[in-house]
């Protein structure tokens, strides 16, 4: 019997970049040194003010599988990630953003598993690097989801929405791609999109990405000012309007309950009290419907809860006090 040749199917490694020229080199290294060769790297320079774009000209020359995207103007992650997805040739694609790096053999093993299991999405976990330390991140150990149950399993906090964790077939770019212009939570709006059109999504143990969280990172507390904060506000609408929109909020009204649950206590711990009090009588609701929400609350956010269940005025008030003492 004749033997079918091995394919090695090309890897698209996209990475946005913006004023990134303290990392940039560390990152496009740890690309072009993945023990799996048949990729393409894309860099996206984002109109940069500073010498992200020489730096990334320079390997043009060393490496034909690198290509360099340049922009006149900065306009954003979303965009630049979407001007690479444009250009890519790949089955498959990997982000990575210009400050990360990827873990020695990432990319072979995330090839691997793509192929021997047909899957459409393969997430991995990472390492948090932070001060030169490295803590592995939480790890969802299964065989075999849906996109929409993998989805049911970031929005109950299991698992992340990050992009970059994810390994994609380009494929499920074919769609129309929602693409707000936000600058926090647009893993959010693309995951939830990609997930929702993935009929299998398997999983690797094996540590991808080294995610540096420094003062620079958007996610940062530093960098969390009011327009970060209309950022979020904006994908947790959209997130709920879009599952009413493609009636999907019937297979998941629980984990959009605990989704939603979560965020107005993380608008709690912000002192976004108005705000939560808007949100807390559909919170109330959502417990009437779903008991065990309770249980992935804290002792004093039970009691905060609890008081509104009994009047939204005295909980209000509750959340003033609360405030002014600096408990919140």
């Known amino acids: 019997m004749m033997r079918l040749p091995v394919v090695f199917p090309l890897v698209s490694i996209i990475i946005p970049a913006y004023n990134s020229e303290i990392t940039l080199d560390d990152c496009i290294q740890s690309a072009l040194n993945q023990s799996y060769d048949n990729i393409e790297v894309i860099v996206v320079d984002d109109g940069s003010s500073d010498c992200t774009k020489t730096i990334a000209e320079s390997y043009l020359a060393m490496d034909s599988r690198v290509i360099l995207v340049k922009k006149d103007r900065n306009e954003g992650l979303v965009l630049a990630r979407k001007s690479g997805v444009d250009i890519a040739r790949g089955k498959y694609i990997q982000y990575l953003d210009a400050d990360d790096t990827l873990c020695e053999g990432a990319i072979e093993a995330l090839v691997s598993k793509a192929e021997e299991s047909n899957a459409d999405i393969v997430v991995a976990p990472f390492f948090f690097c932070i001060d030169g330390k490295r803590e592995r991140s939480l790890y969802f150990d299964f065989e075999e ?184």
Request: charged content about 30%.
């Open 145 to 328: 989801l849906s996109g929409g149950d993998y989805l049911k399993a970031i929005l109950t906090w299991k698992a992340y929405w990050s992009v970059w964790s994810k390994f994609h077939l380009r494929s499920l770019y074919y769609q129309d791609i929602e693409r707000p212009d936000i600058t926090l939570g647009e893993d959010v709006i693309l995951s939830t999109q990609l997930l929702l059109s993935s009929k299998k999504v398997v999983t690797i143990d094996k540590e991808i990405i080294c995610y540096n969280f420094t003062p620079s990172s958007m996610s940062h507390p530093e960098n969390f000012d009011d327009s970060k904060y209309d950022d979020f506000k904006n994908y947790v609408s959209w997130i709920n309007d879009y599952v009413l929109r493609k009636g999907l909020l019937q297979s998941l009204r629980e984990e959009i309950a605990y989704f939603n649950l979560k965020t107005i206590l993380m608008r709690l711990h912000w002192g976004k009290i108005e705000d939560v009090d808007k949100g807390m009588k559909d919170v109330i609701g959502d417990i009437k419907l779903f008991p065990d929400l309770l249980l992935a609350v804290t002792r004093r956010e039970r009691k905060i809860i609890m008081v509104y269940r009994f009047s939204r005025w005295l909980g209000y008030l509750n959340l003033k006090r609360y405030k002014k003492q600096g408990k919140l």
